[in-house]
Nanobody
Framework: QVQLVQSGGGSVQSGDSLRISCTASGRTLNGYAVGWFRQASGKEREFVAAVARSGGATYYRDSVKGRFTISRDSGKSTVFLQMNSLKPEDTAVYYC???????????????????WGQGTQVTVSS
């Protein structure tokens, strides 16, 4: 079983940067696709970024391209999401998710993931 523990998050000002992480307990994330999703209060959960299970290909939603970067650290069983130039619209609870069976063409689909982190709050003030 894969247990995902998230860290980071917090409250920052618009334009600031923040880095959140997702660490697997019990095994590495090598061979697993990892995605980041977020859910603002009263809103539907949405895809943010993901890295494919192999090859290192990354994907981002349009609104975060050029500002967010997802990276994998297989040796430490950790995936990071570096968030720069944060905007108030980025305010949400961020969740990481993983699964071995997630195909590249469906990385943005949350139902494809098997395990989820506990979530971490990111609040950006204008």
């Amino acid at each position: 079983q894969v247990q995902l523990v998230q860290s980071g998050g917090g409250s920052v000002q618009s334009g600031d940067s923040l880095r959140i992480s997702c660490t697997a307990s019990g095994r590495t994330l090598n061979g697993y696709a990892v995605g980041w999703f977020r859910q603002a209060s009263g809103k539907e959960r949405e895809f943010v970024a993901a890295v494919a299970r192999s090859g290192g290909a990354t994907y981002y939603r349009d609104s975060v391209k050029g500002r967010f970067t997802i990276s994998r650290d297989s040796g430490k069983s950790t995936v990071f999401l570096q968030m720069n130039s944060l905007k108030p619209e980025d305010t949400a609870v961020y969740y990481c998710a993983t699964g071995r069976g997630v195909i590249t063409s469906s990385l943005s689909n949350p139902v494809q993931y098997d395990f989820w982190g506990q979530g971490t709050q990111v609040t950006v003030s204008s």
